[in-house]
C-alpha cells in the first residue's frame, strides 16, 4: 500500500503531473458531456470485465422491473463464481449519499499513508456519516480528506472510470458498475487499504440505523450486509433512490450497487430498490421467501427515516 500512495502524493503534494501519471492506473473519467446520464444512453455496454451471469437476462429483470426499466441500474458479483452481471449498463445517475463510502474510503487511506488511523474525533464523524447518513458530518470528513480533487483521485484510482466526484458531493455522478467495483474492493481487497481499515468501513455499513437498510440491506433477518444507501430529489429526474453493499448468508455471497431516479416519490424509489435487492437474493440463492430486514409488524409503521436529524437531504451546494 504504501508505494501506491506515495506514488499517489508525488503528483498532489510535490506537483509532479508526470509522476503521478506513472503510477496512476490508465483510466480516464469522462466528462458529464461525454457520457450523459440516463436512459438516452442506456444502450452503452457494461464494462468489458463484467461477464455475463447465467443466473440472469435483461429479458427477466426488465420483465421484472415493469414499467420504467430503463430508469434503474443494477450491478451484481456473485463472490461464490466470479460472475458479475450488469443491468442497463450505460445509465449514471446522481449519488446522493453512497458517495459517503468513497469519502472515507479517501480519508483512511490518506491517514493510514501518514502512519496512523483516524482520529478519535475522525472515527465519531465517521460513524455519523455511514451509520446516520449524518450530511453535516460528511461535509467535515470530505474537506478534511482534501475535498473534490483527493476523492476523485481515489475514485480513479479504484478504476472507478464512470465517477465524477463533485465539489457539491451529493450530487457527484456515477455508476452502477463504478459503485459495485468498490464493493468489490472493499470486500476482497487492493492495495489502496489495508485489511484493517476496509474491515472497518464495512462495519460501519454493517450497523446502519434499522431505518436505513433497505435497498442491498433487503435480505432475510440473520444474512450478513454491509449497505449505505442515498436519496435525493434533483431536477430533472426527480427522486434519485440508490444503494450499494454487499451480503452474505444462506449459501449467497455477493456485492450489490443499485442506482435509480424518476421515482415518483421517496417510498416508491425505497420499494423499487427493495424489489430489485429480493429479485438478486431469490436468482442467487434457493431459499423462498424474503423476509426483510426492513419490515416491520402489521399495522405498525416506523418513523420515516429521511427525517431524522442528521440524515436531511444534502443542501446545494454541499462543498
Same mark, same amino acid.
Given at each position: 500500500?504504501?508505494?501506491?500512495?506515495?506514488?499517489?502524493?508525488?503528483?498532489?503534494?510535490?506537483?509532479?503531473?508526470?509522476?503521478?501519471?506513472?503510477?496512476?492506473?490508465?483510466?480516464?473519467?469522462?466528462?458529464?458531456?461525454?457520457?450523459?446520464?440516463?436512459?438516452?444512453? +442506456?444502450? +452503452?455496454?457494461?464494462?468489458?470485465?463484467?461477464?455475463?451471469?447465467?443466473?440472469?437476462?435483461?429479458?427477466?429483470?426488465?420483465?421484472?422491473?415493469?414499467?420504467? +426499466?430503463?430508469?434503474?441500474?443494477?450491478?451484481?458479483?456473485?463472490?461464490?463464481?466470479?460472475?458479475?452481471?450488469?443491468?442497463?449498463?450505460?445509465?449514471?445517475?446522481? %449519488?446522493?449519499?453512497?458517495?459517503?463510502?468513497?469519502?472515507?474510503?479517501?480519508?483512511?487511506?490518506? =491517514?493510514?499513508?501518514?502512519?496512523?488511523?483516524?482520529?478519535?474525533?475522525? =472515527?465519531?464523524?465517521?460513524?455519523?456519516?455511514?451509520?446516520?447518513?449524518?450530511?453535516?458530518?460528511?461535509?467535515?470528513?470530505?474537506?478534511?480528506?482534501?475535498?473534490?480533487?483527493?476523492?476523485?483521485?481515489?475514485?480513479?484510482?479504484?478504476?472507478?472510470? =464512470?465517477?465524477?466526484?463533485?465539489?457539491?458531493?451529493? %450530487?457527484? %455522478?456515477?455508476?452502477?458498475?463504478?459503485?459495485?467495483?468498490?464493493?468489490?474492493?472493499?470486500?476482497?481487497?487492493?492495495?489502496?487499504?489495508?485489511?484493517?481499515?476496509?474491515?472497518?468501513?464495512?462495519?460501519?455499513?454493517?450497523?446502519?440505523?434499522?431505518?436505513?437498510?433497505?435497498?442491498?440491506?433487503?435480505?432475510?433477518?440473520? %444474512?450478513?450486509?454491509?449497505?449505505?444507501?442515498?436519496?435525493?430529489?434533483?431536477?430533472?429526474?426527480?427522486?434519485?433512490?440508490?444503494?450499494?453493499?454487499?451480503?452474505?448468508?444462506?449459501? =449467497?455471497?455477493?456485492?450489490?450497487?443499485?442506482?435509480?431516479?424518476?421515482?415518483?416519490?421517496?417510498?416508491?424509489?425505497?420499494?423499487?430498490?427493495?424489489?430489485?435487492?429480493?429479485?438478486?437474493?431469490?436468482?442467487?440463492?434457493?431459499?423462498?421467501?424474503?423476509?426483510?430486514?426492513?419490515?416491520?409488524?402489521?399495522?405498525?409503521?416506523?418513523?420515516?427515516?429521511?427525517?431524522?436529524?442528521?440524515?436531511?437531504?444534502?443542501?446545494?451546494?454541499?462543498?
Amino acid at each position: 500500500m504504501g508505494a501506491w500512495w506515495a506514488c499517489r502524493r508525488a503528483g498532489v503534494v510535490g506537483g509532479v503531473v508526470a509522476a503521478a501519471m506513472a503510477c496512476a492506473p490508465a483510466v480516464a473519467v469522462p466528462s458529464a458531456s461525454a457520457v450523459p446520464p440516463g436512459p438516452e444512453n +442506456a444502450s +452503452a455496454a457494461p464494462a468489458a470485465s463484467d461477464r455475463k451471469s447465467p443466473s440472469f437476462s435483461d429479458r427477466d429483470v426488465a420483465r421484472m422491473l415493469g414499467k420504467g +426499466a430503463d430508469d434503474v441500474s443494477f450491478s451484481v458479483r456473485d463472490r461464490r463464481t466470479g460472475e458479475t452481471y450488469t443491468y442497463n449498463g450505460g445509465f449514471q445517475n446522481t %449519488t446522493a449519499s453512497i458517495v459517503k463510502v468513497l469519502v472515507l474510503t479517501t480519508i483512511v487511506g490518506e =491517514r493510514r499513508e501518514d502512519g496512523r488511523g483516524l482520529s478519535s474525533k475522525q =472515527r465519531a464523524l465517521a460513524e455519523r456519516m455511514i451509520r446516520y447518513s449524518d450530511n453535516d458530518a460528511t461535509t467535515s470528513l470530505f474537506s478534511q480528506a482534501g475535498g473534490r480533487a483527493a476523492v476523485q483521485r481515489t475514485a480513479d484510482d479504484l478504476g472507478m472510470t =464512470r465517477t465524477k466526484v463533485k465539489g457539491a458531493w451529493g %450530487t457527484t %455522478t456515477t455508476s452502477a458498475a463504478d459503485q459495485r467495483l468498490l464493493m468489490d474492493k472493499l470486500v476482497d481487497g487492493t492495495p489502496h487499504l489495508e485489511k484493517r481499515d476496509r474491515a472497518y468501513i464495512l462495519e460501519l455499513m454493517g450497523r446502519v440505523t434499522p431505518e436505513q437498510r433497505w435497498g442491498v440491506g433487503s435480505v432475510p433477518k440473520g %444474512t450478513s450486509v454491509a449497505v449505505k444507501n442515498g436519496w435525493l430529489p434533483l431536477e430533472p429526474h426527480g427522486w434519485r433512490i440508490n444503494s450499494i453493499g454487499s451480503v452474505k448468508g444462506d449459501g =449467497r455471497d455477493y456485492t450489490l450497487a443499485i442506482l435509480s431516479y424518476d421515482n415518483g416519490s421517496m417510498e416508491s424509489g425505497v420499494t423499487r430498490a427493495r424489489k430489485v435487492s429480493e429479485y438478486v437474493w431469490k436468482t442467487l440463492g434457493s431459499s423462498a421467501d424474503v423476509a426483510s430486514e426492513g419490515a416491520t409488524p402489521s399495522g405498525t409503521r416506523p418513523t420515516p427515516f429521511w427525517i431524522r436529524r442528521g440524515a436531511a437531504l444534502p443542501p446545494h451546494p454541499i462543498v
